[in-house]
């Protein structure tokens, strides 16, 4: 019998975790392995060149725990790393492992969610300035408007725990306004970030109701799942214990706080350093 391993889940900091819940919700039988690098996040604000390091990192850590498949639950990893690294960096080190991101998923499906035909995006700095979602969308549906916004606050919000408070309204409301400002037409908003569900309550009092909010959580777990199908071979390396492993590059008792809110409140943390 062949020997089965974890699939990893890597995030630059809690955002991961929004798509972990789902995995966990449609494939409760396999064991994950979660890793935020939160004392390095945000990523959005970062070059390039220091994502596509950070990212490589993270994956090598996972690897090296045992996964031979990896998830970037990170839109701006994904935007920026994701396609150097399946390119270049995997046939050098393993290219029976793979590596998959949360874009492409998405981008497959926004076609059912919008009727008007203009999308809006929420998402970080890197992941606006990389283009991939125009990109990728324009590959399945070219007639699609699409609208970008970067929010540079969403994601600190979110890493401080400033989610709930008064002071998010203001900068959530503004983003929003500014965006269907700019595109009127806009009946669908994909959160490009995997932070943006923990502002979901937020997010839907400033969205008018005739808005589609598209959460990317749901839909990537849909997508894993056709994946094992579509390739049972790498679903047979996936071992199916049911068990769930959390790491942080950063203190335990922050993530300890956030993991809590979204999972059972037996589950344990460890701290680890990438380099």
């Given at each position: 019998m062949k020997q089965a391993f974890p699939i990893g889940v890597f995030?630059?900091?809690?955002?991961?975790?929004?798509?972990?819940?789902?995995?966990?919700?449609?494939?409760?039988?396999?064991?994950?392995?979660?890793?935020?690098?939160?004392?390095?996040?945000?990523?959005?604000?970062?070059?390039f060149d220091v994502v596509h390091k950070y990212t490589l990192q993270a994956i090598n850590w996972l690897f090296d725990k045992g996964c031979r498949i990896v998830i970037i639950a990170c839109n701006t990893a994904s935007a920026k790393a994701l396609r150097t690294i399946q390119q270049v960096s995997l046939p050098?080190?393993?290219?029976?492992?793979?590596?998959?991101?949360?874009?492409?998923?998405?981008?497959?499906?926004?076609?059912?969610?919008?009727k008007s035909g203009h999308l809006g995006i929420l998402g970080t700095e890197g992941t606006v300035q990389s283009g991939s979602y125009p990109i990728e969308i324009s590959k399945f549906f070219p007639d699609v408007i699409v609208t970008q916004e970067a929010c540079p606050i969403w994601v600190p919000l979110v890493e401080n725990h400033e989610h709930e408070s008064d002071g998010a309204d203001f900068f959530i409301k503004r983003h929003i306004n500014h965006i269907l400002t700019v595109d009127p037409s806009i009946d669908a908003l994909i959160l490009a970030c995997t932070h943006y569900p923990l502002l979901i309550n937020k997010i839907r009092k400033y969205t008018p109701h005739h808005i589609t909010i598209i959460s990317q959580g749901e839909i990537v777990a849909k997508s894993l799942a056709d994946y094992f199908l579509r390739h049972p071979d790498k679903e047979a390396m996936c071992s199916k214990n049911e068990e769930r492993h959390f790491y942080t590059t950063d203190r335990t008792t922050s993530f300890n706080?956030?993991?809590?809110?979204?999972?059972?409140?037996?589950?344990?943390?460890e701290q680890v350093s990438l380099i």
């Open positions: 995030d630059s900091g809690f955002g991961g975790l929004t798509v972990l819940k789902e995995f966990i919700n449609s494939l409760p039988q396999y064991d994950y392995i979660y890793l935020g690098d939160n004392a390095r996040a945000p990523y959005g604000p970062r070059s050098q080190i393993d290219p029976n492992r793979r590596i998959l991101g949360v874009i492409r998923p998405v981008t497959e499906s926004v076609g059912s969610y919008t706080r956030m993991t809590h809110l979204l999972f059972d409140s037996s589950i344990t943390i």
